[in-house]
C-alpha cells in the first residue's frame, strides 16, 4: 500500500467503530491489522532513512560549502598580501628609478664639470661647443 491509503487505514482504526472498516483499504485483507502495522512500520523506516540520506546531503552541502568558504577567505588573503607585496614594490621601483634619474642627472653635470676651464677673468666656463657634444653623447 502507498502512505495516502495507510493514512487512510489508520485514521478509519482509531475510530474503531466497524463502519468505519468499509471505508478502510485494509477491509479486505486478511488479518488487516497486522498488515496495516507491518505497513506502517515500513513506510515509517523508508521515510526516516529519506530522512537521514537528506541530512547527510545537507551535511555533506554545508561542509562544502564551509570548505569553499575557507578557502575563499583564504585566497582573499593571500590576494590582499600579493596587493601590499605588489605596492611595496611598485614604490621600491618608483624610489629606485627616482635614484637612477638623480644619479644620471649628477653624472651629466660631472661631465659638464670636466669640460670647463678658467677664462681669462679666472672665472670656470663652459663653452656651449662642449654641452651641444654632450647632448649627441645622450642622445644616440
Known amino acids: ?4 491509503e495507510i493514512k487512510k487505514a489508520l ?7 466497524m463502519n468505519n472498516c468499509k471505508n478502510c483499504p485494509y477491509y479486505y485483507i486478511f488479518n488487516c491489522n497486522d498488515t496495516l502495522c507491518k505497513d506502517a512500520l515500513t513506510l515509517i523506516t523508508e521515510q526516516e532513512k529519506e ?5 547527510k546531503q545537507y551535511d555533506n ?3 562544502e560549502n564551509t570548505r569553499l568558504y575557507i578557502e575563499y577567505d583564504k585566497l582573499k588573503d593571500d590576494y590582499a598580501k600579493l596587493q601590499e607585496l ?5 614604490m621600491a621601483s618608483d624610489k629606485e628609478i627616482r635614484a637612477q634619474k638623480k644619479q644620471a ?3 651629466v653635470l660631472n ?12 672665472r ?16 644616440e
Do not use: G, P
Not at 1 to 4: G, T
Not at 112 to 122: G, R, S
Open 1 to 4: 500500500m502507498n502512505k495516502d
Open 11 to 17: 485514521e478509519c482504526c482509531s475510530e474503531n467503530t
Open 51 to 55: 530522512i537521514e540520506y537528506r541530512k
Open 61 to 63: 552541502q554545508v561542509s
Open 86 to 90: 605588489f605596492a611595496q614594490y611598485q
Open 105 to 107: 642627472k649628477i653624472d
Open 111 to 122: 661631465e659638464l664639470k670636466e669640460k670647463t676651464y678658467v677664462n681669462d677673468y679666472c
Open 124 to 139: 670656470e666656463v663652459v663653452e656651449i661647443e662642449k654641452i651641444d657634444e654632450l647632448i649627441r653623447e645622450y642622445e
